[in-house]
């Protein structure tokens, strides 16, 4: 890993130090500056030249801020003669912007991968994107990791014999047939209608969850609007238990708070590839580390070995 330079911005110092401790390389130091007009400028502070370099950055809150840092250190490692670059985007928020489901909307999705590719970047790590087409909008090489393997080997602790994986909607349920095969278990899933951001609709649960422990899974939880619902029908179809579990949890606008103080939620478990301060965390928060599998996957593509072949097993 010698010809390895990895840098951060501001979106998520912690990932890139444990990310940079599981390869064994430092995390190299990058300077943000703010000028008088509000304008960014981004500084890396170490040699770049004809090196691999990684910019470690996920678009988390504030989303823009981050996005145009990662943009900016994009051009300044183009401009210090990098090898090659590879933005590790460990969540990647516009990729909710997927399709023109209105008139004269934008696909934001598309825009910002065609500003990463403008800016200078050669590759693209990304964990758990919203939908598939995402990885199309993308001119270069795209890795996509998940994190099933990381979510089944924390549930694999409990008795999962009276357990069912259930996704919130269909659009879900290819990923939660993948994570209940991993787990051995039946899957169901939920029949939505969106009517706005925070307005969902569960009309039925295709799948038998009655007397059985639920583990929901989805790829992420923002304002958890379409949980609140979900839960609902589970009480309805009297599921004795729930657990929640997504790669991204965003909990937004006092999410975790209120699925936290929802009576039968026994645990929530996400993964670290959106910090969540510490004082909004509550007891039953579970977040994992994709740390390692990151990492890995950094040293595959650094190495020229296959980051399939991750997922083989």
Do not use: W
């Not at 103080?261 to 909004?280: F, Y």
Request: charge should be neutral; charged fraction near 20%.
């Amino acid at each position: 890993m010698r010809e390895i330079a990895v840098f951060t911005g501001s979106a998520h110092p912690e990932l890139a130090a444990e990310v940079c401790a599981h390869l064994g390389v430092p995390l190299l130091p990058t300077r943000i500056d703010r000028f008088a007009n509000d304008c960014l400028q981004a500084q890396l502070q170490a040699n770049c030249r004809e090196r691999d370099v990684y910019l470690i950055q996920p678009l988390v809150r504030p989303v823009q801020e981050n996005l145009v840092e990662l943009l900016l250190m994009l051009d300044a490692a183009r401009g210090a003669s990098a090898a090659r670059t590879t933005v590790v985007l460990p969540h990647y928020a516009y990729a909710r912007s997927d399709k023109k489901d209105a008139p004269r909307i934008s696909i934001g999705g598309r825009l910002i991968a065609d500003l990463m590719v403008t800016a200078g970047a050669s590759r693209v790590l990304a964990m758990t994107l919203h939908s598939p087409q995402v990885h199309g909008f993308f001119s270069i090489p795209v890795d996509h990791l998940h994190a099933l393997r990381e979510l089944a080997a924390h549930f694999r602790q409990y008795d999962l014999g009276n357990a069912v994986v259930v996704s919130p909607d269909l659009g879900n349920a290819k990923e939660a047939a993948a994570f209940a095969r991993l787990l051995g278990v039946p899957v169901a899933a939920g029949a939505k209608q969106r009517f706005s951001d925070d307005r969902v609709q569960i009309s039925a649960v295709i799948g038998e969850v009655a007397g059985r422990d639920v583990i929901v899974l989805d790829d992420e939880i923002a304002k958890g609007s379409t949980v609140v619902e979900l839960l609902g029908k589970l009480r309805e179809l009297d599921a004795r238990s729930v657990r929640l579990a997504c790669t991204h949890g965003l909990f937004s606008a006092g999410a975790l708070g209120r699925l936290s103080a929802e009576p039968d939620v026994l645990e929530i478990v996400c993964t670290n590839t959106v910090p969540i301060p510490a004082a909004e965390r509550t007891d039953k928060l579970r977040v994992l580390s994709i740390a390692p599998a990151l990492a890995e996957a950094m040293r595959r593509i650094h190495n020229g070995e296959s980051v399939s072949a991750l997922f083989d097993a």
